[in-house]
């Protein structure tokens, strides 16, 4: 099993910045992907980031390109997603997920989620 907690989200005002982390616990090897998602009230979840398990591998959705980054620290357990530019757009609940079977930006594939941390921005 694999625990994964959230943190970092928060109000900003549109045009700011947010650094959102996801701890993991619970096993002793981490060589899985990471992915981020998130989920706006009335919509469905929607594909963010992920990341490969060395952190050679990243992948984003259309909407956040060029203003998100996601990277993670092995030795910490620790995914992170730095999002820049801030859209009101982009306020939604952030969840951070683990170890996909298939396609990473596939939010069934994974097997691991966290609680979710709410980001709202604010025009």
């Known amino acids: 099993q694999v625990q994964l907690v959230e943190s970092g989200g928060g109000l900003v005002q549109a045009g700011g910045s947010l650094r959102l982390s996801c701890v993991t616990s619970?096993?002793?090897?981490?060589?899985?992907?990471m992915g981020w998602f998130r989920q706006a009230p009335g919509k469905e979840r929607e594909f963010v980031s992920v990341?490969?398990?060395?952190?050679?591998?990243?992948y984003y959705a259309d909407s956040v390109k060029g203003r998100f980054t996601i990277s993670r620290d092995n030795a910490k357990n620790t995914v992170y997603l730095q999002m820049n530019s801030l859209k009101r757009e982009d306020t939604a609940v952030y969840y951070c997920a683990a170890d996909p079977e298939g396609d990473w930006s596939l939010s069934n594939d994974y097997n691991y989620w966290g609680q979710g941390t709410q980001v709202t921005v604010s025009s």
């Open positions: 990341i490969s398990w060395s952190g050679g591998t990243t």
């Open positions: 619970g096993r002793a090897d981490n060589n899985y992907p």
